[in-house]
T-cell receptor
Framework: EDQVTQSPEALRLQEGESSSLNCSYT??????LFWYRQDPGKGPEFLFT???AGEEKEKERLKATLTKKESFLHITAPKPEDSATYLC??????????FGEGTQLTVNP | EADIYQTPRYLVIGTGKKITLECSQT?????MYWYQQDPGMELHLIHY???????EKGDLSSESTVSRIRTEHFPLTLESARPSHTSQYLC??????????????FGPGTRLLVL
């Protein structure tokens, strides 16, 4: 059974304080790993797709990396508007995704 | 920005009523999905479709049903709503073929409260 574990569950940062979120996965045959951002009461917003170990993607203050067992979402000099829940999901067979429980990020001004 | 729409956004309804949650996308995606998400919890797949006239049950047992008569439309129906159905329902769609799966794009969600 595919498993996705995200840590920490919650993270509080000061504005400008860089950090990383972790997504560990146990799957049989990874086809893709996805990062999403979710604001309260809204649907997840797609951020990145990573397909193979060593791959990196960047968007503004966010950078996602992938190894054979985990992915990191690095947040550089975060701002209060980066506060959200960040979700990681893996895709193995077909097009179905298995989601982690998310990391709730709060960035204080 | 993804063009996927859900209506209603909020619904409060009494026990025993029949409800249909609407989901439409204008991206021409073949694949569509319904997820259920309780506050602060992970998303659980309840139904998915790989194309017209194709529907499958997901990982989470659900008393709802779905249909896919048109590519752009994927409604979810509860024949008799119960308080246990209270949750947020999220619709998503994706393209992507072969070795590189496409991202799923989500609608804004329908927040359902059954009294």
């Amino acid at each position: 059974e595919d498993q996705v574990t995200q840590s920490p569950e919650a993270l509080r940062l000061q504005e400008g304080e860089s950090s990383s979120l972790n997504c560990s996965y146990t799957v049989s045959g990874l086809r893709g790993l996805f990062w999403y951002r979710q604001d309260p009461g809204k649907g997840p917003e797609f951020l990145f797709t990573l397909y193979s170990a060593g791959e990196e993607k960047e968007k503004e203050r966010l950078k996602a990396t992938l190894t054979k067992k985990e992915s990191f979402l690095h947040i550089t000099a975060p701002k209060p508007e980066d506060s959200a829940t960040y979700l990681c999901a893996v895709q193995t067979s077909g097009s179905r995704l298995t989601f982690g429980e998310g990391t709730q990020l709060t960035v204080n001004p | 920005e993804a063009d996927i729409y859900q209506t209603p956004r909020y619904l409060v309804i009494g026990t025993g009523k029949k409800i249909t949650l609407e989901c439409s996308q204008t991206m021409g995606h073949d694949k569509m999905y319904w997820y259920q998400q309780d506050p602060g919890m992970e998303l659980h797949l309840i139904h998915y479709s790989y194309g017209v006239n194709s529907t499958e049950k997901g990982d989470l047992s659900s008393e709802s049903t779905v249909s896919r008569i048109r590519t752009e439309h994927f409604p979810l129906t509860l024949e008799s709503a119960r308080p246990s159905h209270t949750s947020q329902y999220l619709c998503a769609s994706s393209a992507g073929q072969g070795a590189f799966p496409g991202a799923q794009y989500f609608g804004p969600g329908t927040r359902l409260l059954v009294l």
